[in-house]
């Protein structure tokens, strides 16, 4: 079956075209990003009015763009798969418009994507996914959640953040820094070759034998070590420390969490999704610490870490595969909790 | 090249929406969206209930038309995610019309006629018509600036927030739907269609929030 993707749920624009058989494989024959990150620097976060904004522009000829690519047509297509949410409303209104009416000229069927459940299952592009059940870590700018992924359509959530995301700690560390928004990249980038013992930064909740995150607390130690260096004596080192103390903060507790649930659940796979997720740190943390425990780690592509919309095709294509019927009515949901 | 015959239109700027179908026999059918449904779940019902009841396939249609503003922010997104949406196969000229010179329609005078609507955060869209035609660009003025205006007739959806004693309101006449389709009939080319865009763009004529307070606004 054929299935257009449509994602417009934040600041990126995408469009991607699947091919999945009835066996289970998918490819993704086509697939465009319109990332606004860019745009949105200068005002130090997601602004949701010119989001929508840029979303109705970039949205049509992304389509056709990505049609013409996988040589696909209208009448072949056997579904549109959309964000429905969670998200900006007025950002997600844009591609859930755009998906109904191509779906009613076309006689196509249109189907509501969960944003959220679509990243946990983005490691099955390209390649294997887990099977069930596996725990999930979904870290991004607006979550930071431990689920545990019994099959599609089937998830128990384990824990979350009390305060502010992992991603948003990033953002707000970086702005203390002086660094432009996104954070996470940018103290990445500023953390290579730092010493990431030098500054010791908590490790919130790590103490709790639960499995919920709070990073506002390292916000403010961040900001309190920011004061601690004035302006005219901070070296290029010291940032370069800092940033990677942050990281490794960071990433310290999410990796700790992260295996604790699959200690708890006895669940040996583990699965690392979202925009965060891309974080280089992270990424060889969560590789190392489960070679150490003897646990199957899974990890997007960094493409299909950030928002995309192959991601979300595959998950109506799972969803699909699953015996799921669209509902008769459903609109925009700017907030749709992931639970079931 | 003939002139187009059937042709959709939607207006989605301010409150509930309201479509048309103009047909090759001259009488449009007419629709509009009521008050509680939001517009993402009321406009492609009431689309495809005007073809339905015509009797005409998406396929048949000859051209589009947008209500492109200025007017609500995400009422113009919708509508014109929407048409994107329909045309994305159609590949159909678009026509865009004007907002406020629906509205001034809608007051049915052939003498001139002021459209002034609420743009928040202090500003008013303007706009000045006779008989469907502009006398001027639409634009987006202060409220202050509105006020200095010389006083004259003018129609309004919204209620304007500034004091316009001087100023006579006329209350519209037709619904918006008839004044839509009443423009679009004027307004269609009646030779080649095929330079109009594919796709409907909004006349925001306002920057967002964020902009204006970057602006220092």
């Known amino acids: 079956m054929l299935i257009l993707g449509i994602e417009t749920s934040c600041d990126e624009t995408a469009a991607a075209i699947l091919e999945g058989s009835d066996a289970g494989e998918a490819r993704i024959l086509a697939e465009r990003i319109a990332s606004q990150i860019d745009i949105h620097a200068r005002f130090g976060g997601v602004v949701p009015e010119i989001a929508s904004r840029e ?6 000829p992304m389509v056709n763009a990505v049609m013409d690519e996988a040589a696909v047509d209208w009448e072949k297509l056997d579904m549109i798969a959309v964000t429905a949410g969670p998200g ?3 950002a997600l209104l844009v591609g859930i418009s755009y998906a109904r009416a191509a779906g009613l000229v076309n006689d196509i069927p249109v189907m509501p994507v969960h944003h959220m459940q679509a990243h946990l299952f983005a490691p099955g592009l390209g390649q294997r996914l887990p099977d069930f059940p596996f725990i999930t870590l979904l870290v991004s700018g607006g979550h930071t959640m431990l689920i545990r992924v019994d099959d599609v359509g089937r998830f128990h959530l384990l824990g979350q953040t009390l305060d502010d995301a992992a991603g948003e700690c990033f953002d707000k560390s970086a702005r203390l820094l002086g660094l432009p928004y996104p954070g996470g990249p940018a103290i990445a980038q500023l953390a290579q070759g730092g010493n990431p013992r030098r500054f010791p930064l908590p490790r919130p909740m790590l103490n709790r034998d639960d499995l919920n995150f709070s990073f506002s607390g390292l916000k403010t130690a961040v900001m309190h070590t920011v004061r601690k260096i004035p302006d005219i004596e901070r070296k290029p080192e010291d940032m370069s420390d800092l ?6 903060a960071i990433a310290d507790v999410l990796v700790a969490k992260s295996v604790r649930a699959c200690e708890q659940q006895d669940v040996p796979r583990l699965v690392m999704a979202g925009g965060v997720a891309a974080n280089t740190c992270l990424r060889e943390q969560f590789e190392t610490k489960a070679e150490v425990l003897g646990l199957d780690v899974f990890m997007p592509d960094l493409k299909y870490c950030t928002d995309n919309a192959a991601m979300i095709a595959y998950s109506a294509f799972l969803q699909n595969q699953a015996g799921d019927t669209i509902p008769d009515e459903w609109d925009a949901k700017p907030r749709w909790p992931l639970s079931k | ?9 939607l207006d989605a700027a301010y409150g509930p929406a309201a479509a048309c179908l103009l047909l090759p026999d001259g009488k449009p059918l007419l629709a509009e969206t009521d008050q509680n449904t939001p517009h993402s779940q009321s406009i ?4 495809h209930g005007l073809l339905e009841k015509a009797g005409v396939d998406w396929q048949q249609l000859d051209m589009l038309a947008a209500s492109v503003g200025p007017g609500s922010f995400t009422g113009l997104r919708v509508a014109a995610a929407t048409i994107s949406g329909l045309n994305a196969s159609l590949g159909l000229p678009v026509m865009s019309v004007s907002s406020l010179a629906i509205t001034a329609w809608q007051a049915d ?7 002034i609507e609420d743009a928040r955060s202090g500003d008013a869209y303007i706009g000045c018509y006779k008989l469907g035609v502009a006398l001027q660009p639409d634009q987006c003025l202060s409220w202050q600036e509105v006020a200095e205006l010389p006083a004259a007739s003018f129609v309004s959806l919204t209620e304007p927030a500034a004091e316009l004693s001087t100023w006579q309101r006329v209350a519209p006449v037709h619904s918006r739907a008839e004044a839509l389709a009443e423009l679009v009939s004027r307004q269609a080319p009646q030779g080649d269609s095929a330079s109009l865009p594919r796709r409907a763009i909004p006349a925001y004529m306002q920057p967002s929030q964020a902009e204006r307070k970057a602006a220092g606004g």
């Open chain 1, 88 to 90: 900006l409303m007025g």
């Open chain 2, 109 to 115: 005078t052939p003498e001139r006629i002021w459209v």
């Open chain 2, 44 to 47: 492609l019902p009431m689309l």
């Open chain 1, 243 to 248: 940033a990677a103390s942050i990281e490794a």
């Open chain 1, 55 to 60: 979303h109705l522009a970039a949205l049509p």
């Open chain 2, 1 to 9: 090249m003939s002139p187009p015959q059937r042709i959709l239109a």
